[in-house]
Protein backbone atom coordinates (compact mmCIF):
# COMPACT_ATOMS: atom_id res chain seq x y z
CA UNK A 1 0.00 0.00 0.00
CA UNK A 2 1.61 3.45 -0.69
CA UNK A 3 1.98 6.24 2.31
CA UNK A 4 2.63 9.51 1.91
CA UNK A 5 4.29 11.10 4.70
CA UNK A 6 4.17 15.02 5.50
CA UNK A 7 6.81 15.14 9.16
CA UNK A 8 5.52 18.83 9.49
CA UNK A 9 2.25 19.66 10.99
CA UNK A 10 3.15 23.25 11.16
CA UNK A 11 5.61 25.98 9.68
CA UNK A 12 5.71 29.86 9.77
CA UNK A 13 8.01 31.84 7.35
CA UNK A 14 8.18 35.75 7.11
CA UNK A 15 7.11 37.16 3.94
CA UNK A 16 9.35 37.42 1.29
CA UNK A 17 11.77 34.66 2.46
CA UNK A 18 12.00 31.20 0.87
CA UNK A 19 10.22 27.81 3.26
CA UNK A 20 10.82 24.28 2.54
CA UNK A 21 7.91 21.95 3.22
CA UNK A 22 8.69 17.91 3.44
CA UNK A 23 7.10 14.79 1.99
CA UNK A 24 8.31 11.44 1.64
CA UNK A 25 6.65 8.48 0.32
CA UNK A 26 6.27 4.87 0.33
CA UNK A 27 5.64 2.48 -3.03
CA UNK A 28 6.71 -0.40 -4.97
CA UNK A 29 5.61 1.37 -8.35
CA UNK A 30 8.03 2.84 -10.45
CA UNK A 31 6.07 4.94 -12.53
CA UNK A 32 3.99 7.17 -10.58
CA UNK A 33 2.68 10.70 -10.42
CA UNK A 34 3.45 13.47 -7.46
CA UNK A 35 1.37 16.20 -6.05
CA UNK A 36 1.28 19.25 -3.88
CA UNK A 37 -1.84 20.71 -3.55
CA UNK A 38 -2.68 24.05 -1.28
CA UNK A 39 -6.04 24.21 0.81
CA UNK A 40 -6.58 27.75 1.95
CA UNK A 41 -9.36 28.65 4.28
CA UNK A 42 -11.77 28.97 1.31
CA UNK A 43 -11.30 24.90 2.18
CA UNK A 44 -11.04 24.82 -2.15
CA UNK A 45 -8.32 22.40 -3.06
CA UNK A 46 -5.92 23.68 -5.59
CA UNK A 47 -2.97 22.24 -7.64
CA UNK A 48 0.31 23.93 -7.05
CA UNK A 49 2.85 21.95 -9.16
CA UNK A 50 2.90 18.05 -10.24
CA UNK A 51 5.91 15.92 -10.93
CA UNK A 52 5.71 12.43 -13.00
CA UNK A 53 8.37 10.13 -11.51
CA UNK A 54 10.09 9.31 -15.27
CA UNK A 55 11.55 12.65 -15.66
CA UNK A 56 14.75 13.72 -13.92
CA UNK A 57 14.20 17.31 -13.92
CA UNK A 58 12.37 18.76 -10.77
CA UNK A 59 8.98 20.55 -11.67
CA UNK A 60 8.78 24.71 -11.40
CA UNK A 61 5.64 26.55 -11.38
CA UNK A 62 6.76 30.32 -11.16
CA UNK A 63 7.83 30.86 -7.72
CA UNK A 64 7.48 27.09 -6.46
CA UNK A 65 9.47 24.35 -7.32
CA UNK A 66 10.26 20.80 -5.81
CA UNK A 67 13.06 18.65 -4.99
CA UNK A 68 12.04 15.44 -5.97
CA UNK A 69 14.85 12.64 -4.99
CA UNK A 70 12.97 9.15 -6.13
CA UNK A 71 15.66 6.55 -4.52
CA UNK A 72 15.31 8.64 -1.49
CA UNK A 73 11.30 8.40 -2.07
CA UNK A 74 11.34 12.51 -1.30
CA UNK A 75 9.51 15.03 -2.75
CA UNK A 76 9.82 18.59 -0.98
CA UNK A 77 8.15 21.83 -2.05
CA UNK A 78 10.30 25.11 -2.13
CA UNK A 79 8.48 28.19 -1.84
CA UNK A 80 10.14 31.37 -2.93
CA UNK A 81 9.51 35.15 -2.09
CA UNK A 82 6.48 34.23 0.17
CA UNK A 83 3.50 35.95 -0.12
CA UNK A 84 0.43 36.40 2.36
CA UNK A 85 -1.79 34.70 -0.03
CA UNK A 86 0.48 31.45 0.76
CA UNK A 87 -0.95 30.68 4.01
CA UNK A 88 -2.59 27.49 3.68
CA UNK A 89 -2.31 23.71 4.32
CA UNK A 90 -0.19 22.24 1.79
CA UNK A 91 -1.23 18.31 0.74
CA UNK A 92 1.51 16.20 -0.92
CA UNK A 93 -0.08 13.28 -2.50
CA UNK A 94 0.53 10.03 -4.39
CA UNK A 95 -0.47 8.35 -7.55
CA UNK A 96 0.37 5.09 -9.30
CA UNK A 97 0.13 5.35 -13.16
CA UNK A 98 -0.46 1.57 -13.43
CA UNK A 99 -3.68 1.31 -15.34
CA UNK A 100 -6.65 -0.01 -12.89
CA UNK A 101 -4.57 1.08 -9.79
CA UNK A 102 -4.47 4.84 -10.10
CA UNK A 103 -5.69 5.57 -6.06
CA UNK A 104 -4.68 9.01 -5.23
CA UNK A 105 -3.70 9.04 -2.18
CA UNK A 106 -2.45 12.25 0.25
CA UNK A 107 -0.62 12.71 3.31
CA UNK A 108 -1.76 14.35 6.84
CA UNK A 109 -0.70 18.25 5.82
CA UNK A 110 1.44 20.92 6.73
CA UNK A 111 -0.25 24.16 7.85
CA UNK A 112 1.66 26.97 6.97
CA UNK A 113 1.73 30.45 7.70
CA UNK A 114 3.40 33.44 6.07
CA UNK A 115 3.77 36.77 8.41
CA UNK A 116 4.28 40.04 7.40
CA UNK B 1 -18.44 25.03 -17.04
CA UNK B 2 -19.36 23.87 -13.59
CA UNK B 3 -16.50 21.23 -12.88
CA UNK B 4 -17.05 19.15 -10.06
CA UNK B 5 -20.56 19.76 -8.00
CA UNK B 6 -21.23 18.21 -4.92
CA UNK B 7 -24.92 18.38 -3.06
CA UNK B 8 -25.49 19.17 -0.54
CA UNK B 9 -23.48 21.15 1.04
CA UNK B 10 -24.14 21.10 4.26
CA UNK B 11 -26.02 18.30 6.17
CA UNK B 12 -27.06 17.06 10.02
CA UNK B 13 -28.24 13.89 10.81
CA UNK B 14 -29.66 11.84 13.59
CA UNK B 15 -27.17 8.71 14.22
CA UNK B 16 -28.89 5.90 12.59
CA UNK B 17 -30.18 7.71 9.26
CA UNK B 18 -29.04 7.48 6.43
CA UNK B 19 -27.99 9.74 3.10
CA UNK B 20 -26.41 9.91 -0.10
CA UNK B 21 -23.98 12.54 -1.57
CA UNK B 22 -23.90 13.50 -4.97
CA UNK B 23 -21.19 13.86 -6.86
CA UNK B 24 -21.29 15.33 -10.59
CA UNK B 25 -18.49 16.11 -13.13
CA UNK B 26 -18.84 17.69 -16.56
CA UNK B 27 -15.10 17.01 -17.47
CA UNK B 28 -15.68 13.32 -18.58
CA UNK B 29 -13.24 12.02 -16.71
CA UNK B 30 -12.55 8.53 -15.92
CA UNK B 31 -11.38 8.98 -12.10
CA UNK B 32 -13.11 10.16 -9.16
CA UNK B 33 -12.41 10.12 -5.34
CA UNK B 34 -14.50 10.34 -2.02
CA UNK B 35 -12.43 11.60 0.33
CA UNK B 36 -13.11 12.84 4.25
CA UNK B 37 -11.10 15.44 5.47
CA UNK B 38 -11.07 15.51 9.62
CA UNK B 39 -8.35 17.77 11.65
CA UNK B 40 -4.93 16.80 11.60
CA UNK B 41 -5.67 13.86 9.43
CA UNK B 42 -5.09 15.07 6.15
CA UNK B 43 -7.74 13.51 3.30
CA UNK B 44 -8.58 9.55 3.54
CA UNK B 45 -9.65 8.26 0.92
CA UNK B 46 -12.98 6.27 1.13
CA UNK B 47 -13.39 4.73 -2.09
CA UNK B 48 -12.56 5.91 -5.89
CA UNK B 49 -13.42 4.51 -8.83
CA UNK B 50 -11.56 4.30 -11.92
CA UNK B 51 -14.08 4.31 -14.38
CA UNK B 52 -18.24 3.60 -15.16
CA UNK B 53 -19.50 0.72 -13.15
CA UNK B 54 -16.16 -0.12 -11.15
CA UNK B 55 -15.64 0.75 -7.70
CA UNK B 56 -12.92 -0.20 -5.07
CA UNK B 57 -12.06 0.40 -1.42
CA UNK B 58 -9.98 3.20 -0.23
CA UNK B 59 -7.97 3.87 3.44
CA UNK B 60 -10.94 3.77 5.28
CA UNK B 61 -14.18 2.38 3.85
CA UNK B 62 -16.23 0.95 6.16
CA UNK B 63 -19.82 2.26 6.91
CA UNK B 64 -19.93 3.80 3.58
CA UNK B 65 -20.81 2.44 0.26
CA UNK B 66 -20.72 4.17 -3.27
CA UNK B 67 -21.99 3.72 -6.92
CA UNK B 68 -20.98 4.69 -10.05
CA UNK B 69 -23.45 3.77 -12.29
CA UNK B 70 -22.83 6.76 -14.76
CA UNK B 71 -19.55 7.97 -15.62
CA UNK B 72 -20.41 11.34 -14.40
CA UNK B 73 -21.81 10.85 -10.89
CA UNK B 74 -20.50 9.08 -7.94
CA UNK B 75 -22.53 8.70 -5.06
CA UNK B 76 -21.50 8.23 -1.22
CA UNK B 77 -23.76 6.54 0.81
CA UNK B 78 -23.77 6.24 4.29
CA UNK B 79 -26.48 3.43 5.34
CA UNK B 80 -26.70 4.25 9.23
CA UNK B 81 -24.90 7.39 9.83
CA UNK B 82 -22.62 7.34 13.22
CA UNK B 83 -21.39 10.56 15.24
CA UNK B 84 -17.68 9.24 14.04
CA UNK B 85 -18.59 10.18 10.54
CA UNK B 86 -18.94 13.91 11.57
CA UNK B 87 -16.71 15.57 8.77
CA UNK B 88 -15.95 17.53 5.62
CA UNK B 89 -16.24 15.41 2.53
CA UNK B 90 -14.73 16.16 -0.78
CA UNK B 91 -15.23 14.48 -4.07
CA UNK B 92 -12.30 14.49 -6.48
CA UNK B 93 -12.46 13.20 -10.31
CA UNK B 94 -9.42 13.31 -12.82
CA UNK B 95 -8.71 12.04 -16.28
CA UNK B 96 -6.23 9.18 -17.43
CA UNK B 97 -5.20 10.81 -20.83
CA UNK B 98 -4.95 14.41 -20.08
CA UNK B 99 -3.38 15.74 -17.12
CA UNK B 100 -3.71 14.13 -13.91
CA UNK B 101 -4.74 16.96 -12.26
CA UNK B 102 -7.39 15.70 -9.67
CA UNK B 103 -10.28 18.56 -9.71
CA UNK B 104 -12.35 18.45 -6.32
CA UNK B 105 -15.87 19.50 -5.06
CA UNK B 106 -16.30 22.29 -3.06
CA UNK B 107 -17.14 19.84 0.16
CA UNK B 108 -19.98 18.81 2.19
CA UNK B 109 -19.83 19.52 5.95
CA UNK B 110 -21.64 16.66 7.29
CA UNK B 111 -22.72 16.46 11.17
CA UNK B 112 -24.09 13.26 12.54
CA UNK B 113 -25.49 14.02 15.93
Known amino acids: AQTVTQSQPEMSVQEAETVTLSCTYDTSENNYYLFWYKQPPSRQMILVIRQEAYKQQNATENRFSVNFQKAAKSFSLKISDSQLGDTAMYFCAFMPSRGGSEKLVFGKGTKLTVNP | NAGVTQTPKFRVLKTGQSMTLLCAQD?????MYWYRQDPGMGLRLIHYSVGEGTTAKGEVPDGYNVSRLKKQNFLLGLESAAPSQTSVYFCASSSRTVNTEAFFGQGTRLTVV
Open chain 2, 27 to 31: MNHEY
